[in-house]
C-alpha cells in the first residue's frame, strides 16, 4: 500500500483536481497592535488559539486578539515558541524565559538549575511525563519532575541551534537541527541520541520541521534545500516524495490525515502535496502563493491556519475549496473518472482545461444536468434540446431527441442504476438501457400523468439501494416506482408536499427529500419525519440534497450550506466563512467527486466539500472564562463556596467556533434559581443578591441556534447562609436565650426581693423618722421652745411654727420615693437644722459646704437621719458644742460631728445606720463608709446622678 503511494507521489498526475483552493480569510491584529508580526501558532487543549509575536503572547477567540504581556524587567516579550506540558500552557521567548500559565495569569519558570539563555524553539511532553524544551543555542532540556538535564553536542547531539521539536507519544524527543533529524530519549542522566541525516538518505541535513505522518513511527520532514522527507522509523527507512526540490526552505508543515500535506516554504508561499495522486502544487489566488510562511496550525475543527509574513494570520476552512474561474449561472456539475470537472451553464457546457486553469465549452446548449455511466459515456441535458451523449474515449457526440422517443426537450436530471439510464424530463421521466459507444439509446414508454405519476413536470429522479426508484415532481410531490408498482405521496399526515426538488439516501439507507415550502422530510421504510427551522434547518427553500463519503447530508440552499448527521441530527451552517452568501443556486447543481469528495455548484461559483477523515469537534467549544463577585474575579473553579454577602455573581464565558465565530449563539440558566434556559448572544450573565442555598450555572453554546445536543458546561457553587440563619448558630441562641431568660427571671426575682426589701427599710425608715419626730421628748422640747418664743418673740413663734410644719410637711412628702434631690434633702435637714437651733442655741453649730446641689440625689431622710443620730448620741452644752458639717468630696456627700458622747446613753434601735447602708446597696451604688475615732464621727455616702436617678423609683446606675 504504501510503496504504491510512494509510486504516485513520484509519478505525479497530470489530471490533479489542482485548480480548486480554500478560500483563505485574513485574521488581522486589532487597529493597536497593527505594526505587531506574528510568529507562532499554536491551539491549547482547551481550543485557545494563542499567537507568539515579536511583542508578546496573544490569545485569539476567532473575533478579538486579549494580548498577555510578562514583566518587562524579566522578558523581552518576543515570543519564539508555544507548548503544553503537565496541562499548563507554556511560551517560550528569545531570550530564553520560560513563563507558564497558571489561572488567568502567567508565572516564571523557576527551576534551580536556571534557564536557558538562548531562543526557546519548542515545548514538548509524552505519556512518561518527561517535559523536553528545544533551544536555538543550547540544544535539548528535558525535566523529569526534579532536575534539569541537558542534551548538546557533547552528547552527541549533531547541532546546539535546534529548529524543531516534536514529542512522540512514548516520549521520545524528534529535533531538527543543522545535522539532521535526531531521535532523544532521557531516562535521569542516562541520555540515547539517533540521527537521521545524509548518510541516511535525508534529502538535506538542515532540518526545519517534522511532524507525524498518521502512521506509527512515520514522520514528514520539512529541509532547507532538499525538501520533503518520510521517514519511517520501524523499517529505518527515509523516503523522498519529490526529487530536486524546486522551491524555497520549507518552515513548517501540516497534515490532513490520507487527504494531503500542506508545506509552508521560506520564500514560495503554501504548496500542497495530494496524497490521493501526489502531485505537489503551489496554491493559486490565495494571497499565499509567495511570500514567507513563518507557522501553519491545523485546528480540531478541521481548519488551516497559516502566517505569512507581512499578511500575517490567515484562515481557510479545508472542507470547503473553490474553483478561482467563475461562470454564469451554473445548473449541473460534475465530476468523471478521469478526473475532469465539467460544469452545465445557461450559457453551454463547460470543462475544467488543467494545463490552462480555466474552463472551455464543450457545448453551446443550455445545459440543466449531467452524468457519467459506469461505461464512461457523459450525458448531458439540456434546456429545450434534448439529450447529448459524449465519449470520452473518442470524443464523439450522439444528439438524442423526441424523434428517438424522447418525451420531452427539457431534461432536469439524469441518473443511472445497473446499466439503465433515467431522465427526469418537463414531460415526465424516461428511461433505456445503456446503448454501446457511439450508438443511439433505446427509449421506453415514460412515466408520466398519464401512467400514474400525477404530472408531467418531474424535478429529480434517484435509484435507491433497495433496488425503488424515486421520483420529485412539480404538483404532486413524492413518487416511488417499487416491485413495477408506483406510488404518490402528495401529503404526509396533514403536510401538502407538492413540489418535491431533490433525493438523497443515507448510509442507513433512510431516503431523504427537500421540499418547495416544508423543509427536509426522512423516510426510514415505515414513517416520513418531517424537520423544518425548528429542528434547525435554517432555510426552507432547499435547492439540493446528496450524502457526502462520509455520511452527512449536504443541504443547499440560497442561505449557505448546512451539514446534518442524519444520526444525531447535528447541524453544522458554513455560509460567509466559506464564500456562499448571499448566492442563489440552481435545483439539483450537485454531484459526487472522487475521493471523498461532493462538488456543488452555487450559482456562478462551483465549490468542493470533503469529508476529511480527521476526528473533528462539530461542536463549538464552550467555556466559562470568568466568575467574579461584586466585580471581583475569584479563583474558577477551585473556589465554589461564598459567604451571604458574596451574591453578586457575574459570569462570563464563550463558545469557540473559529469556522464562523459570528455565527455563535449561547443560553444559560442558574439551577436553583432561573426556571428556563436564558438565550443571549452575549458573553455574560450577572445574578444580584443570590438567596443562600445550592446553585449550578449552566452554559452552553451553538452555531446552528438549535441547542439539541451540544454539550452543556456547569459550574456548581454554594452562597453560605448568615452565621445567623445556620443550625449551629440557631442552636446556640436558643441555648443562650435560654440562659439569658434564666438569668433574667432569678435577677427579677431577686431585683423583685430588693424592691420588697427596699420598701420594706423605706417604709420602716418613714416609721422610725415619724416615730423618731413625733416622740414625747421631740414634742414636749418642740412646744416648751415654742411657749418661750412665743412669750419673747411672737413673730418668731409663727416662723417656728412653718418650720415645723415645712418638716414634719417633708416628712409626708417624700416618704414615698426611693431617692430625692440633694436640693430637697438639704431643704428639710436645715429645716430640721433650724427647730434644733431654737432648742440648743449657739451650741450647735451646722455646716453646709454642698455646692450644685441639684446635680445629685440621694435616698429620703439619709442627711436628717445623720443629723439626728449626732444630737441624739453627743452631749450638747455651752461648754461643749457641738459641731455638724455636710460637705460633698469626692463624689460623696460626707456628714461628720466631734464626738462628744453622754454619760448616759440614749435608747437605740439600731435602724438607722443599718437601714441606709442596706438601701444604698439595693440601688447598686458602692456602700456607705463610717469612720469613727474617739475625736470625730464620719459618715461618707454615695451620690447618685440626679438626672438619670430622680423619681424611677428602681434600681439605677450610680453616677460615679
Same mark, same amino acid.
Request: glycine share 10%.
Given at each position: 500500500?504504501?510503496?504504491?503511494?510512494?509510486?504516485?507521489?513520484?509519478?505525479?498526475?497530470?489530471?490533479?483536481?489542482?485548480?480548486?483552493?480554500?478560500?483563505?480569510?485574513?485574521?488581522?491584529?486589532?487597529?493597536? +497592535?497593527?505594526?505587531?508580526?506574528?510568529?507562532?501558532? +499554536?491551539?491549547?487543549?482547551?481550543?485557545?488559539?494563542?499567537?507568539?509575536?515579536?511583542?508578546?503572547?496573544?490569545?485569539?477567540?476567532?473575533?478579538?486578539?486579549?494580548?498577555?504581556?510578562?514583566?518587562?524587567?524579566?522578558?523581552?516579550?518576543?515570543?519564539?515558541?508555544?507548548?503544553?506540558?503537565?496541562?499548563?500552557?507554556?511560551?517560550?521567548?528569545?531570550?530564553?524565559?520560560?513563563?507558564?500559565?497558571?489561572?488567568?495569569?502567567?508565572?516564571?519558570?523557576?527551576?534551580?538549575?536556571?534557564?536557558?539563555?538562548?531562543?526557546?524553539?519548542?515545548?514538548?511532553?509524552?505519556?512518561?511525563?518527561?517535559?523536553?524544551? *528545544?533551544?536555538?543555542?543550547?540544544?535539548? +532540556?528535558?525535566?523529569?519532575?526534579?532536575?534539569?538535564?541537558?542534551?548538546?553536542?557533547?552528547?552527541?547531539? @549533531?547541532?546546539?541551534?535546534?529548529?524543531?521539536?516534536?514529542?512522540? @507519544?512514548?516520549?521520545?524527543?524528534?529535533?531538527?537541527?543543522?545535522?539532521?533529524?535526531?531521535?532523544?530519549?532521557?531516562? *535521569?542522566?542516562?541520555?540515547?541520541?539517533?540521527?537521521?541525516?545524509?548518510?541516511?538518505?535525508?534529502?538535506?541535513?538542515?532540518?526545519?520541521?517534522?511532524?507525524?505522518?498518521?502512521?506509527?513511527?512515520?514522520?514528514?520532514?520539512?529541509?532547507?534545500?532538499?525538501?520533503?522527507?518520510?521517514?519511517?522509523?520501524?523499517?529505518?527507512?527515509?523516503?523522498?516524495?519529490?526529487?530536486?526540490?524546486?522551491?524555497?526552505?520549507?518552515?513548517?508543515?501540516?497534515?490532513?490525515?490520507?487527504?494531503?500535506?500542506?508545506?509552508?516554504?521560506? %520564500?514560495?508561499?503554501?504548496?500542497?502535496?495530494?496524497?490521493?495522486?501526489?502531485?505537489?502544487?503551489?496554491?493559486?489566488?490565495? %494571497?499565499?502563493?509567495?511570500?514567507?510562511?513563518?507557522?501553519?496550525?491545523?485546528?480540531?475543527?478541521?481548519?488551516?491556519?497559516?502566517?505569512?509574513?507581512?499578511?500575517?494570520?490567515?484562515?481557510?476552512?479545508?472542507?470547503?475549496?473553490?474553483?478561482?474561474?467563475?461562470? !454564469?449561472?451554473?445548473?449541473?456539475?460534475?465530476?468523471?473518472?478521469?478526473?475532469?470537472?465539467?460544469? %452545465?451553464?445557461?450559457?453551454?457546457?463547460?470543462?475544467?482545461?488543467?494545463?490552462?486553469?480555466?474552463?472551455?465549452?464543450?457545448?453551446?446548449?443550455?445545459?440543466?444536468?449531467?452524468?457519467?455511466?459506469?461505461?464512461?459515456?457523459?450525458?448531458?441535458?439540456?434546456?429545450?434540446?434534448?439529450?447529448? =451523449?459524449?465519449?470520452?474515449?473518442?470524443?464523439?457526440?450522439?444528439?438524442?431527441?423526441?424523434?428517438?422517443?424522447?418525451?420531452?426537450?427539457?431534461?432536469?436530471?439524469?441518473?443511472?442504476?445497473?446499466?439503465? =439510464?433515467?431522465?427526469?424530463?418537463?414531460?415526465?421521466?424516461?428511461?433505456?438501457?445503456?446503448? !454501446?459507444?457511439?450508438?443511439? !439509446?433505446?427509449?421506453?414508454?415514460?412515466?408520466?400523468?398519464?401512467?400514474?405519476?400525477?404530472?408531467?413536470?418531474?424535478?429529480?429522479?434517484? @435509484?435507491?439501494?433497495?433496488?425503488?426508484?424515486?421520483?420529485?415532481?412539480?404538483?404532486?410531490?413524492?413518487?416511488?416506482?417499487?416491485?413495477?408498482?408506483?406510488?404518490?405521496?402528495?401529503?404526509?399526515?396533514?403536510?401538502?408536499?407538492?413540489?418535491?426538488?431533490?433525493?438523497?439516501?443515507?448510509?442507513?439507507?433512510?431516503?431523504?427529500?427537500?421540499?418547495?415550502?416544508?423543509?427536509?422530510?426522512?423516510?426510514?421504510?415505515?414513517?416520513?419525519?418531517?424537520?423544518?427551522?425548528?429542528?434547525?434547518?435554517?432555510?426552507?427553500?432547499?435547492?439540493?440534497?446528496?450524502?457526502?463519503?462520509?455520511?452527512?447530508?449536504?443541504?443547499?440552499?440560497?442561505?449557505?450550506?448546512?451539514?446534518?448527521?442524519?444520526?444525531?441530527?447535528?447541524?453544522?451552517?458554513?455560509?460567509?466563512?466559506?464564500?456562499?452568501?448571499?448566492?442563489?443556486? /440552481?435545483?439539483?447543481?450537485?454531484?459526487?467527486?472522487?475521493?471523498?469528495?461532493?462538488?456543488?455548484?452555487?450559482?456562478?461559483?462551483?465549490?468542493?466539500?470533503?469529508?476529511?477523515?480527521?476526528?473533528?469537534?462539530?461542536?463549538?467549544?464552550?467555556?466559562?472564562?470568568?466568575?467574579?463577585?461584586?466585580?471581583?474575579?475569584?479563583?474558577?473553579?477551585?473556589?465554589?463556596?461564598?459567604?451571604?454577602?458574596?451574591?453578586?455573581?457575574?459570569?462570563?464565558?464563550?463558545?469557540?467556533?473559529?469556522?464562523?465565530?459570528?455565527?455563535?449563539?449561547?443560553?444559560?440558566?442558574?439551577?436553583?434559581?432561573?426556571?428556563?434556559?436564558?438565550?443571549?448572544?452575549?458573553?455574560?450573565?450577572?445574578?444580584? /443578591?443570590?438567596?443562600?442555598?445550592?446553585?449550578?450555572?449552566?452554559?452552553?453554546?451553538?452555531?446552528?441556534?438549535?441547542?439539541?445536543?451540544?454539550?452543556?458546561?456547569?459550574?456548581?457553587?454554594?452562597?453560605?447562609?448568615?452565621?445567623?440563619?445556620?443550625?449551629?448558630?440557631?442552636?446556640?441562641?436558643?441555648?443562650?436565650?435560654?440562659?439569658?431568660?434564666?438569668?433574667?427571671?432569678?435577677?427579677?426575682?431577686?431585683?423583685?426581693?430588693?424592691?420588697?426589701?427596699?420598701?420594706?427599710?423605706?417604709?420602716?425608715?418613714?416609721?422610725?423618722?415619724?416615730?423618731?419626730?413625733?416622740?414625747?421628748?421631740?414634742?414636749?422640747?418642740?412646744?416648751?421652745?415654742?411657749?418661750?418664743?412665743?412669750?419673747?418673740?411672737? %413673730?418668731?413663734?409663727?416662723?417656728?411654727?412653718?418650720?415645723?410644719?415645712?418638716?414634719?410637711?417633708?416628712?409626708?412628702?417624700?416618704?414615698?420615693?426611693?431617692?430625692?434631690?440633694?436640693?430637697?434633702?438639704?431643704?428639710?435637714?436645715?429645716?430640721?437644722?433650724?427647730?434644733?437651733?431654737?432648742?440648743?442655741?449657739?451650741?450647735?453649730?451646722?455646716?453646709?459646704?454642698?455646692?450644685?446641689?441639684?446635680?445629685?440625689?440621694?435616698?429620703?431622710?439619709?442627711?436628717?437621719?445623720?443629723?439626728?443620730?449626732?444630737?441624739?448620741?453627743?452631749?450638747?452644752?455651752?461648754?461643749?458644742?457641738?459641731?455638724?458639717?455636710?460637705? =460633698?468630696?469626692?463624689?460623696?456627700?460626707?456628714?461628720?460631728?466631734?464626738?462628744?458622747?453622754?454619760?448616759?446613753?440614749?435608747?437605740?434601735?439600731?435602724?438607722?445606720?443599718?437601714?441606709?447602708?442596706?438601701?444604698?446597696?439595693?440601688?447598686?451604688?458602692?456602700?456607705?463608709?463610717?469612720?469613727?475615732?474617739?475625736?470625730?464621727?464620719?459618715?461618707?455616702? @454615695?451620690?447618685?446622678?440626679?438626672?438619670?436617678?430622680?423619681?424611677?423609683?428602681?434600681?439605677?446606675?450610680?453616677?460615679?
Amino acid at each position: 500500500m504504501y510503496k504504491a503511494f510512494l509510486a504516485l507521489v513520484l509519478l505525479g498526475a497530470a489530471f490533479s483536481m489542482k485548480g480548486q483552493v480554500p478560500l483563505f480569510e485574513l485574521q488581522p491584529m486589532p487597529e493597536q +497592535y497593527q505594526d505587531i508580526r506574528p510568529k507562532v501558532l +499554536y491551539q491549547a487543549s482547551d481550543r485557545y488559539i494563542w499567537v507568539g509575536t515579536e511583542k508578546g503572547l496573544f490569545r485569539f477567540d476567532g473575533l478579538e486578539y486579549q494580548l498577555f504581556l510578562m514583566p518587562d524587567s524579566i522578558c523581552n516579550n518576543q515570543v519564539t515558541a508555544i507548548g503544553e506540558m503537565n496541562g499548563q500552557l507554556w511560551a517560550g521567548y528569545q531570550d530564553g524565559c520560560i513563563f507558564h500559565q497558571a489561572g488567568a495569569q502567567f508565572q516564571l519558570w523557576q527551576i534551580e538549575e536556571g534557564l536557558p539563555k538562548a531562543p526557546i524553539t519548542g515545548f514538548g511532553q509524552g505519556e512518561n511525563g518527561l517535559a523536553w524544551i *528545544a533551544t536555538y543555542g543550547e540544544g535539548l +532540556y528535558y525535566h523529569n519532575g526534579r532536575h534539569l538535564y541537558n542534551i548538546n553536542t557533547d552528547d552527541g547531539l @549533531p547541532g546546539d541551534d535546534i529548529y524543531t521539536l516534536f514529542v512522540d @507519544p512514548k516520549g521520545d524527543a524528534w529535533v531538527g537541527t543543522d545535522g539532521g533529524l535526531s531521535r532523544c530519549r532521557g531516562q *535521569a542522566e542516562a541520555k540515547h541520541i539517533h540521527t537521521i541525516g545524509k548518510a541516511e538518505g535525508m534529502p538535506d541535513e538542515i532540518v526545519r520541521a517534522v511532524i507525524p505522518a498518521g502512521q506509527p513511527g512515520q514522520f514528514w520532514v520539512g529541509t532547507h534545500s532538499g525538501g520533503l522527507a518520510l521517514y519511517d522509523e520501524q523499517m529505518d527507512e527515509v523516503r523522498v516524495p519529490v526529487n530536486d526540490w524546486p522551491y524555497a526552505p520549507v518552515n513548517a508543515l501540516a497534515i490532513y490525515r490520507n487527504q494531503e500535506l500542506w508545506i509552508g516554504t521560506d %520564500g514560495d508561499g503554501l504548496l500542497r502535496l495530494a496524497f490521493k495522486d501526489g502531485q505537489l502544487t503551489p496554491l493559486r489566488a490565495t %494571497g499565499l502563493e509567495n511570500g514567507r510562511i513563518l507557522d501553519l496550525l491545523k485546528d480540531e475543527e478541521g481548519n488551516l491556519w497559516s502566517i505569512q509574513q507581512f499578511l500575517g494570520i490567515s484562515k481557510a476552512n479545508r472542507k470547503f475549496e473553490q474553483v478561482p474561474q467563475e461562470l !454564469p449561472d451554473i445548473q449541473a456539475v460534475l465530476e468523471t473518472a478521469d478526473g475532469s470537472l465539467w460544469a %452545465g451553464c445557461q450559457t453551454g457546457l463547460f470543462r475544467y482545461d488543467h494545463a490552462r486553469s480555466q474552463f472551455e465549452k464543450v457545448l453551446p446548449e443550455n445545459t440543466l444536468s449531467l452524468y457519467e455511466s459506469p461505461g464512461g459515456q457523459l450525458y448531458a441535458g439540456t434546456f429545450g434540446q434534448g439529450l447529448y =451523449i459524449l465519449d470520452s474515449g473518442t470524443g464523439a457526440k450522439i444528439h438524442v431527441t423526441a424523434s428517438d422517443g424522447l418525451s420531452n426537450g427539457s431534461i432536469l436530471d439524469i441518473t443511472g442504476r445497473d446499466g439503465t =439510464i433515467w431522465l427526469a424530463t418537463l414531460g415526465g421521466v424516461n428511461s433505456f438501457e445503456e446503448p !454501446p459507444s457511439g450508438e443511439r !439509446p433505446l427509449i421506453t414508454p415514460r412515466f408520466d400523468e398519464q401512467s400514474a405519476l400525477g404530472t408531467n413536470f418531474t424535478y429529480t429522479v434517484f @435509484p435507491d439501494s433497495h433496488g425503488r426508484i424515486w421520483f420529485g415532481t412539480d404538483g404532486e410531490g413524492l413518487s416511488v416506482l417499487e416491485g413495477g408498482i408506483l406510488r404518490n405521496y402528495n401529503t404526509i399526515g396533514s403536510i401538502d408536499i407538492q413540489a418535491v426538488y431533490s433525493i438523497t439516501e443515507d448510509k442507513q439507507g433512510h431516503i431523504w427529500f427537500s421540499t418547495a415550502r416544508e423543509g427536509v422530510f426522512e423516510y426510514d421504510g415505515d414513517r416520513f419525519r418531517q424537520l423544518t427551522l425548528r429542528e434547525g434547518i435554517r432555510d426552507l427553500a432547499i435547492t439540493s440534497l446528496i450524502t457526502a463519503p462520509d455520511g452527512n447530508l449536504v443541504i443547499v440552499h440560497p442561505s449557505g450550506v448546512d451539514l446534518l448527521d442524519p444520526v444525531n441530527r447535528h447541524i453544522i451552517y458554513y455560509d460567509e466563512g466559506i464564500g456562499v452568501k448571499g448566492l442563489e443556486p /440552481n435545483l439539483n447543481a450537485v454531484a459526487a467527486g472522487s475521493g471523498r469528495s461532493v462538488w456543488l455548484g452555487m450559482e456562478n461559483k462551483i465549490f468542493r466539500y470533503t469529508a476529511l477523515e480527521e476526528t473533528l469537534s462539530i461542536h463549538p467549544k464552550t467555556l466559562i472564562t470568568n466568575v467574579s463577585v461584586f466585580l471581583e474575579p475569584v479563583d474558577y473553579p477551585s473556589v465554589s463556596t461564598f459567604n451571604h454577602d458574596q451574591n453578586n455573581l457575574v459570569f462570563e464565558f464563550t463558545g469557540l467556533w473559529y469556522a464562523d465565530p459570528r455565527a455563535v449563539r449561547y443560553r444559560y440558566k442558574l439551577d436553583g434559581f432561573d426556571l428556563d434556559w436564558i438565550s443571549t448572544r452575549d458573553q455574560q450573565a450577572i445574578y444580584s /443578591n443570590l438567596p443562600p442555598g445550592a446553585y449550578t450555572f449552566k452554559v452552553v453554546s451553538t452555531e446552528n441556534d438549535t441547542y439539541s445536543d451540544e454539550p452543556v458546561v456547569a459550574y456548581a457553587f454554594t452562597i453560605r447562609r448568615p452565621y445567623w440563619q445556620r443550625w449551629w448558630f440557631v442552636l446556640l441562641a436558643l441555648g443562650a436565650s435560654i440562659v439569658l431568660l434564666t438569668v433574667w427571671v432569678r435577677q427579677r426575682d431577686r431585683r423583685q426581693q430588693r424592691i420588697a426589701r427596699l420598701e420594706k427599710e423605706k417604709v420602716q425608715s418613714q416609721f422610725e423618722a415619724l416615730k423618731s419626730q413625733i416622740n414625747p421628748h421631740f414634742l414636749f422640747n418642740s412646744f416648751n421652745t415654742l411657749a418661750a418664743i412665743i412669750e419673747e418673740s411672737p %413673730g418668731e413663734a409663727v416662723q417656728y411654727v412653718d418650720k415645723l410644719s415645712d418638716f414634719y410637711r417633708s416628712i409626708l412628702q417624700y416618704r414615698e420615693q426611693t431617692v430625692i434631690n440633694l436640693s430637697e434633702e438639704l431643704r428639710l435637714v436645715r429645716d430640721y437644722g433650724y427647730l434644733l437651733k431654737y432648742r440648743y442655741g449657739e451650741n450647735l453649730e451646722m455646716e453646709y459646704k454642698v455646692p450644685e446641689a441639684d446635680r445629685y440625689a440621694v435616698v429620703p431622710f439619709a442627711l436628717q437621719l445623720l443629723v439626728e443620730n449626732a444630737v441624739k448620741h453627743n452631749v450638747i452644752s455651752s461648754t461643749r458644742r457641738l459641731s455638724i458639717s455636710i460637705e =460633698i468630696s469626692s463624689n460623696k456627700i460626707i456628714v461628720a460631728n466631734n464626738v462628744q458622747p453622754k454619760f448616759t446613753k440614749e435608747s437605740s434601735t439600731s435602724f438607722g445606720l443599718e437601714s441606709l447602708r442596706q438601701r444604698y446597696e439595693m440601688l447598686g451604688t458602692p456602700p456607705l463608709q463610717v469612720i469613727s475615732d474617739d475625736h470625730f464621727f464620719r459618715v461618707e455616702l @454615695p451620690l447618685l446622678d440626679a438626672t438619670a436617678d430622680l423619681h424611677k423609683n428602681g434600681f439605677s446606675t450610680w453616677m460615679f
